[in-house]
């Protein structure tokens, strides 16, 4: 295996992925939007044809919750149709495959984290048209990792912890969710991680997130306290934040499986974001 094909390599995670492949010599296969378009059948086949990937980190997904909830054909091609045609390629050329899948599989009313073989029943566009790029992977391949992962942040691309650094510029109090439970996850913790899995043989369905879970308004408290931002935070409900899609109230995702398995846990959350300040920061001053 050398060349890996990384589907959103210009997204979070993908820009992480490239570099954490870099890091162990293989040679990542990148395409732009323009090279490689998920919503044109053709043109995905074509660039597979012509790259001959040794191997696919399948990160590209349609990841804007609410605007699914409109455009629900061009969401189920990105994240359903367009991951089915990589895994048909996949299986006939007999190389492994990581897709990277959602909390949001689930309907966030379990009490407790949800475990690897709880039954999914997702409560938005978005969260069902990754449930079906999952069933695709999962009904055509054996050689494949399906990765349920949340809350991400990383360096490049707009997250959470963006959105609040920005908000604070320009206001002295903010009004924050604060009964939605999830873990943040760091893609500069991730990327490393997919890349292990891809070079080993313990193929299967993961949960992998940073370890510890919060909510939203945790998060925030977090984030201000970290870059000592002097700023107010009020706790609402969701009822109080009302949005297109509906979210699952309870995103906690048990990692015992990854564990088991052999793999390193992601460090605490608290500590990635710490580890992320200090990245951007440096970038800053750049």
Request: charge should be negative; aromatic fraction near 10%; glycine fraction near 4%.
């Amino acid at each position: 295996m050398k060349h890996v094909l990384v589907t959103g390599s210009t997204g979070q995670l993908g820009h992480d992925v490239i570099k954490a492949l870099k890091e162990k010599h293989y040679q990542p296969i990148a395409p732009s939007r323009h090279q490689m378009d998920l919503t044109n059948n053709d043109a995905i086949r074509t660039f597979l044809m012509r790259s001959k990937p040794d191997a696919i980190i399948h990160c590209g997904a349609y990841t804007a919750v609410d605007q699914a909830e409109i455009e629900h054909d061009i969401c189920y091609q990105i994240n359903a149709t367009a991951t089915k045609i990589l895994a048909t390629y996949a299986k006939a050329q007999q190389i492994p495959f990581v897709y990277i899948s959602t909390d949001y599989v689930f309907d966030g009313t379990k009490e407790g984290a949800y475990v690897e073989t709880d039954v999914p029943n997702p409560i938005n566009i978005y969260g069902a048209t990754k449930l079906k790029g999952e069933q695709h992977v999962s009904q055509l391949l054996t050689q494949y990792f399906i990765v349920r992962i949340s809350w991400v942040f990383g360096l490049n691309g707009h997250n959470f912890i963006k959105s609040m650094l920005r908000l604070s510029e320009t206001h002295d109090e903010l009004s924050i969710v604060a009964d939605q439970v999830g873990a943040p996850t760091a893609t500069a913790d991730l990327a490393p991680l997919l890349v292990n899995m891809l070079e080993s043989d313990k193929y299967g369905l993961y949960h992998v997130t940073n370890e510890g879970f919060c909510s939203w308004f945790d998060f925030a408290k977090e984030i201000f306290d970290q870059f000592d931002i002097e700023i107010k935070l009020n706790p609402i409900s969701s009822a109080d934040f009302p949005t297109r899609a509906k979210r699952p109230m309870n995103s906690q995702m048990n990692q015992d499986h990854l564990i088991k398995a052999g793999f390193i846990p992601l460090p605490p959350w608290q500590e990635a974001l710490k580890n992320w300040r200090i990245a951007y920061e440096k970038l800053a001053k750049t």
